[in-house]
């Protein structure tokens, strides 16, 4: 009897099944997800990025201020009104310290700082909201009875509406008395500023 040679039946590979297939549909699929997640993630960042801007635009424009304080140096020979505020414009939020009824005692009266006699202003703190913040430091020549002192937020600050924390010290030299021994410091004070949405 003779034998007929042996036969291997043929395996029935399934389309993508071959070791040489199977690699090829892995790397298509890792390109396919690759490219799916980098999708998503530049529609999330622009979706952040828009959000960011709706958020700022959520504020309607205008000042939103903390309550106004008034300050007397020692021995009672300067005083000073003042009254931490946020500016929302359209470009970014600003610190804005409005200065008031600054003035000194003399001669048994109180007078109005002038250019002759003006009080030398520093004004320094934070501004938070979440977890964004500024610290910002100012200072200038007060030679009027009014005035204020600003700082923009830096650049890529997106706080919007919503409740702000608000540090400040302020510090008053004169007017008129220029001794150290009169000046005005008010200890660090703790505002909470609401900025309402549109």
């Known amino acids: 009897m003779r034998l007929s040679p042996r036969t291997t039946p043929e395996t029935p ?3 993508g099944t071959t070791p040489m297939a199977k690699r090829t549909l892995m790397r298509r699929t890792a390109i396919g997800l690759g490219a799916a997640l980098l999708a998503l993630s ?3 960042l622009s979706a952040s990025t828009a959000a960011a801007v709706q958020q700022r635009a959520a504020v309607p424009d205008g000042e939103y201020c903390g309550p106004q304080e008034s300050f007397y140096g020692s021995g009672q020979y300067t005083y000073g009104q003042t009254q931490a505020c946020l500016e929302f414009t359209f470009d970014r939020p600003a610190i804005k310290i409005k200065l008031s009824e600054v003035q ?4 048994g009266a109180w007078y109005y700082a002038t250019a002759d006699y003006p009080a030398r202003v520093r004004v320094a703190g934070e501004v938070n909201i979440g977890t964004q913040g500024w610290n910002y430091d100012v200072s200038g ?3 009027a009875s009014t005035g204020s002192l600003s700082a923009h937020a830096p650049s890529g600050f997106d706080g919007g ?3 702000y924390s608000v ?4 510090h008053q030299n004169g007017p008129y008395w220029t001794d150290a021994s ?3 410091d008010s200890g660090q004070r703790t505002y909470s500023i609401n900025v309402p949405c549109s």
């Open 182 to 184: 009169r000046d005005i």
């Open 13 to 15: 590979y399934r389309q």
């Open 141 to 143: 020549s007060q030679g």
């Open 42 to 44: 530049g529609t999330a």
């Open 104 to 107: 000194y005692y003399w001669g």
């Open 167 to 170: 540090t400040m010290t302020y």
């Open 161 to 163: 509406c919503g409740t």
